[in-house]
C-alpha cells in the first residue's frame, strides 16, 4: 500500500471523526442548572435577541457544537470567574460562561480562517504565524470586549443612580412600599438604561422567593460600586432597625453626588500632571521637525 494511500485513509478517518464529534454537539443538554431568576432572565434576554437578530440565532447553534465540549472541561474556577463577569456586564448576549467559552474558540478560529484567506490571496503563502497570532488576538478580543461592557455598564449605572433614588423617594415618601414604588419606576421605565435592568433582575428575584435583603446583597455581589454597596448597606441597616426609607434614599443620593463632584475635582485636579508625559514628546517632536535638519547639516560639517 502507498504512501499517498495511507495519508487519504488517515485525512478521511481524521473527517469522520471530527463530523462524528461536530455532531455530537447537536444534540447538548438544554437543561440549565443555574438559579431560577437568572434562568428566567437568561431566557428571556435570548429569546429578545433572537426575535431581533437572525446572525444571533446562526451563532446560538454553531455555539452549541463547542458549548457541549467546554461543559467537559475540569474549570470550575475559571467558569465561576466568567460568570461574575458576565453577570456584571448585563448578562452579555444571555450567554452562559460555557457559551462564553465556546464563543472564544468560535472568534479564534475565525480569525485564523480571515488571516489564512488573505494571506494566502495577497501574498500566495497561508504564513501560519501570522495567522497563529491573528487566532490569538481574536481568542482574547471577547475578553476584551467583556471587560469594556463592564466598565460602560458600571459608569451607566453610577450616573443613573441618584436620579432613580430621588424617584423612589418621592414614592416612598408618598405612601407605596420600597418593591412597589421600584416596579412602578420600572414599568414606567423606556430607556432600557442598565440600571433599570437590575432593578427589574431584583424584583424577579423577590418575585420568585428571594427576600428583599437577599436580592439586594446579590445587586451588591453583580454590580463592583462603592455607591451601590452604600445604598444597600444602608437599606438593610434601615430594614433591620425600622428607619424611615425615605430619609435613608434621599441621604444617599445626596451624597453619591457629593463623592461624584469630589471624584471629578480629583481627576481635574490629576489630569495637569498626567498631561506631561505627552506634552514632553510633542514638545520634543516640534523641536526635531524645526531644527533636525539643521543639526543634521552641523553634524555632516555643512551647516557653513
Given at each position: 500500500?502507498?504512501?499517498?494511500?495511507?495519508?487519504?485513509?488517515?485525512?478521511?478517518?481524521?473527517a469522520v471523526?471530527?463530523?462524528?464529534?461536530?455532531?455530537?454537539?447537536?444534540?447538548?443538554?438544554?437543561?440549565?442548572?443555574?438559579?431560577?431568576?437568572?434562568?428566567?432572565?437568561?431566557?428571556?434576554?435570548?429569546?429578545?435577541?433572537?426575535?431581533?437578530?437572525?446572525?444571533?440565532?446562526?451563532?446560538?447553534?454553531?455555539?452549541?457544537?463547542?458549548?457541549?465540549?467546554?461543559?467537559?472541561?475540569?474549570?470550575?474556577?475559571?467558569?465561576?470567574?466568567?460568570?461574575?463577569?458576565?453577570?456584571?456586564?448585563?448578562?452579555?448576549?444571555?450567554?452562559?460562561?460555557?457559551?462564553?467559552?465556546?464563543?472564544?474558540?468560535?472568534?479564534?478560529?475565525?480569525?485564523?480562517?480571515?488571516?489564512?484567506?488573505?494571506?494566502?490571496?495577497?501574498?500566495?503563502?497561508?504564513?501560519?504565524?501570522?495567522?497563529?497570532?491573528?487566532?490569538?488576538?481574536?481568542?482574547?478580543?471577547?475578553?476584551?470586549?467583556?471587560?469594556?461592557?463592564?466598565?460602560?455598564?458600571?459608569?451607566?449605572?453610577?450616573?443613573?443612580?441618584?436620579?432613580?433614588?430621588?424617584?423612589?423617594?418621592?414614592?416612598v415618601g408618598?405612601?407605596?412600599?420600597?418593591?412597589?414604588?421600584?416596579e412602578r419606576?420600572?414599568?414606567?421605565?423606556?430607556?432600557?438604561?442598565?440600571?433599570?435592568?437590575?432593578?427589574?433582575?431584583?424584583?424577579?428575584?423577590?418575585?420568585?422567593?428571594?427576600?428583599?435583603?437577599?436580592?439586594?446583597?446579590?445587586?451588591?455581589?453583580?454590580?463592583?460600586?462603592?455607591?451601590?454597596?452604600?445604598?444597600?448597606?444602608?437599606?438593610?441597616?434601615?430594614?433591620?432597625?425600622?428607619?424611615?426609607?425615605?430619609?435613608?434614599?434621599?441621604?444617599?443620593?445626596?451624597?453619591?453626588?457629593?463623592?461624584?463632584?469630589?471624584?471629578?475635582?480629583?481627576?481635574?485636579?490629576?489630569?495637569?500632571?498626567?498631561?506631561?508625559?505627552?506634552?514632553?514628546?510633542?514638545?520634543?517632536?516640534?523641536?526635531?521637525?524645526?531644527?533636525?535638519?539643521?543639526?543634521?547639516?552641523?553634524?555632516?560639517?555643512?551647516?557653513?
Amino acid at each position: 500500500m502507498s504512501s499517498s494511500t495511507l495519508i487519504s485513509i488517515f485525512a478521511g478517518l481524521l473527517a469522520v471523526s471530527a463530523v462524528f464529534l461536530f455532531g455530537i454537539g447537536f444534540f447538548p443538554d438544554e437543561t440549565y442548572r443555574g438559579a431560577a431568576p437568572e434562568r428566567g432572565y437568561l431566557s428571556n434576554k435570548r429569546y429578545q435577541l433572537e426575535r431581533s437578530s437572525p446572525i444571533y440565532r446562526i451563532l446560538i447553534q454553531v455555539l452549541k457544537v463547542f458549548t457541549f465540549w467546554a461543559e467537559m472541561l475540569p474549570i470550575t474556577n475559571l467558569r465561576a470567574g466568567l460568570k461574575d463577569r458576565l453577570a456584571r456586564a448585563g448578562h452579555l448576549g444571555g450567554f452562559t460562561p460555557d457559551e462564553y467559552l465556546a464563543f472564544l474558540c468560535v472568534s479564534a478560529m475565525s480569525f485564523f480562517a480571515l488571516a489564512f484567506f488573505f494571506n494566502t490571496s495577497v501574498t500566495g503563502a497561508p504564513r501560519l504565524p501570522l495567522c497563529f497570532v491573528a487566532a490569538m488576538f481574536g481568542g482574547y478580543f471577547p475578553v476584551m470586549y467583556l471587560d469594556e461592557q463592564v466598565m460602560t455598564r458600571l459608569t451607566s449605572i453610577n450616573k443613573d443612580l441618584p436620579y432613580m433614588l430621588d424617584v423612589l423617594a418621592l414614592s416612598v415618601g408618598a405612601g407605596l412600599d420600597f418593591n412597589s414604588s421600584l416596579e412602578r419606576i420600572v414599568n414606567k421605565d423606556s430607556t432600557s438604561s442598565p440600571l433599570v435592568e437590575e432593578m427589574r433582575y431584583v424584583l424577579q428575584e423577590v418575585k420568585m422567593g428571594t427576600t428583599r435583603r437577599d436580592a439586594l446583597i446579590n445587586l451588591k455581589d453583580r454590580i463592583p460600586s462603592d455607591y451601590v454597596s452604600g445604598l444597600v448597606s444602608s437599606v438593610v441597616q434601615a430594614e433591620q432597625m425600622g428607619t424611615p426609607l425615605t430619609n435613608i434614599l434621599r441621604i444617599q443620593a445626596g451624597a453619591i453626588r457629593l463623592k461624584r463632584s469630589q471624584r471629578a475635582e480629583k481627576l481635574a485636579g490629576e489630569a495637569p500632571v498626567k498631561m506631561i508625559v505627552p506634552l514632553l514628546f510633542i514638545v520634543g517632536a516640534v523641536l526635531l521637525t524645526l531644527f533636525g535638519s539643521i543639526l543634521i547639516r552641523s553634524i555632516r560639517g555643512e551647516l557653513f
